[in-house]
């Protein structure tokens, strides 16, 4: 999953929140993987905690629909998630990697058939805690 602002004057998120709806259910998040550059040492697997410092939770919720709910956000000291942004329409400023999404298949998946999984209902905030708009762009949530 990746995380941009729209433009460099682009407000970057500090807070995100998303829900993952699985086709049918079919499949559910098993974990959270986001390795340091250059390093087998994986914050997300090993403390629940982006490379940024965010602490990651997850829950699973009922409404509208079956799906897991995600959160990133920090505590103490205000900080970016990351520091990506775009540059033009396909280019980037900064890592907009901010974790990979690992799931468990409930189900046998035929390659003709792939699983879809929408993150939905996303709620992003900036260093007010203000609330930034947001969508989802192929793998990757722009904030505006």
Same mark, same amino acid.
């Given at each position: 999953?990746?995380?941009?602002?729209?433009?460099?004057?682009?407000?970057?998120?500090?807070?995100?929140?998303?829900?993952?709806?699985v086709?049918?259910?079919?499949?559910?998040?098993?974990?959270l993987?986001?390795?340091?550059?250059?390093?087998?040492?994986?914050?997300?697997?090993?403390?629940?905690?982006?490379?940024?410092?965010?602490? @990651?939770?997850?829950?699973?919720?009922?409404a509208? +629909?079956?799906?897991?709910?995600?959160?990133f956000?920090?505590?103490? +000291?205000?900080?970016n @998630?990351?520091?990506?942004?775009?540059?033009?329409?396909?280019?980037?400023?900064?890592d907009?990697h901010?974790?990979?999404?690992?799931?468990?298949?409930?189900?046998?998946v035929?390659?003709?058939?792939?699983?879809?999984?929408?993150?939905?209902?996303? @709620?992003?905030?900036?260093?007010?805690?203000?609330?930034?708009?947001?969508?989802?762009?192929?793998?990757?949530?722009?904030?505006?």
């Amino acid at each position: 999953m990746n995380l941009v602002a729209s433009s460099e004057q682009g407000a970057i998120a500090n807070g995100l929140q998303f829900d993952l709806v699985v086709t049918n259910g079919a499949a559910s998040l098993s974990s959270l993987s986001c390795p340091l550059p250059g390093s087998p040492i994986d914050m997300c697997a090993l403390a629940s905690v982006l490379r940024s410092g965010h602490t @990651i939770a997850t829950s699973e919720v009922d409404a509208p +629909e079956e799906a897991t709910r995600v959160m990133f956000f920090k505590a103490s +000291e205000m900080t970016n @998630i990351n520091d990506a942004f775009r540059t033009g329409e396909e280019t980037v400023a900064g890592d907009p990697h901010v974790a990979n999404l690992n799931f468990t298949l409930s189900v046998n998946v035929d390659a003709e058939a792939p699983l879809e999984v929408e993150l939905v209902r996303i @709620i992003a905030s900036d260093a007010n805690a203000d609330g930034l708009p947001a969508e989802v762009e192929g793998n990757t949530v722009v904030t505006n």
